[in-house]
């Protein structure tokens, strides 16, 4: 039994004040919530404060990014045991933001997950396709290759522990969600292939989110999808009776 989760990435938006004071809030609103794994994704300078904010309740924190080595000249970068020690647990990968704006690619995704899994961090992977790819009929085809490179090297242990996002890179900040046919099919898919090249226990463990213009709203009708284990939440994530609705959402699943 996959346990469903709800992951807010506020992506650059929070100073270190606002980050505490929306853990502060979101706490109470979702203190007796159990069965769904709730996570948030400050900005880098807000990881610590946010999980010292967090510590003994059911909240979690994920960094958005990290480099693969450990240490090294590489300036403006931080490393994966530099998040997990200043608090994180999670760890979001190959947002189309960071791969469209910053250079990710599938190989660098890989190194990301290498890192991380090497740190005891839980990875989220994020695959998916354009608008274009999508009206080409490419769409599974690009699934297939971005999940393959990106989980290169991966043994089946290792992918339960993994979670894989399909955000449609159209649905993002956009107000288009996905139907929930539409990240019914993908997700399904996409379970197939790990099913295929992972063995099924690996697969039916994996958790797979949906992301892409989430909002309390729509988040019922999506995570009924018998593949669709949760969200990754952007804007609706960055309010938090919106984002804590949505949790409450994925109640009972
Ligand atoms: C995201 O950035 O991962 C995302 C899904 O954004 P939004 O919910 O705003 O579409």
């Not at 929930?180 to 790990?194: K, V």
């Not at 949760?230 to 959402?249: C, T």
Request: aromatic share 6%; glycine share 10%.
């Amino acid at each position: 039994m996959r346990q469903p989760m709800i992951a807010g990435n506020w992506k650059m938006f929070k100073t270190v004040h606002e980050a505490v004071v929306f853990v502060k809030e979101l706490r109470p609103l979702v203190a007796d919530v159990t069965g769904v794994e709730i996570v948030v994704a400050p900005p880098f300078t807000a990881i610590h404060a946010v999980a010292e904010a967090a510590r003994n309740t059911n909240i979690g924190v994920s960094a958005q990014s990290l480099h693969w080595e450990r240490e090294g000249a590489f300036t403006g970068e931080v490393s994966a045991g530099m998040v997990r020690e200043a608090g994180a647990e999670y760890v979001i990968l190959g947002h189309s933001e960071r791969r469209t704006l910053f250079g990710d690619t599938d190989l660098t995704v890989n190194r990301r997950l290498m890192a991380a899994l090497a740190a005891e961090l839980t990875p989220i992977v994020c695959v998916g396709e354009t608008l274009e790819q999508r009206e080409g009929g490419q769409t599974l085809a690009v699934l297939d290759q971005q999940l393959k490179q990106s989980l290169d090297g991966v043994t089946g242990a290792q992918l339960a522990a993994i979670v894989v996002a399909y955000e449609p890179v159209w649905a993002i900040g956009t107000g288009r969600n996905a139907t929930p046919a539409q990240a019914g099919e993908a997700h399904t898919h996409l379970r197939g292939r790990l099913r295929q090249w992972f063995g099924a226990d690996a697969a039916e463990q994996c958790r797979l989110l949906y992301g892409g213009s989430v909002k309390p709203g729509n988040i019922a009708t999506l995570i009924a999808e018998a593949d669709v284990d949760g969200a990754l939440v952007g804007g609706a994530s960055l309010d938090v009776a919106s984002f804590a609705e949505i949790v409450r959402g994925a109640l009972g699943r």
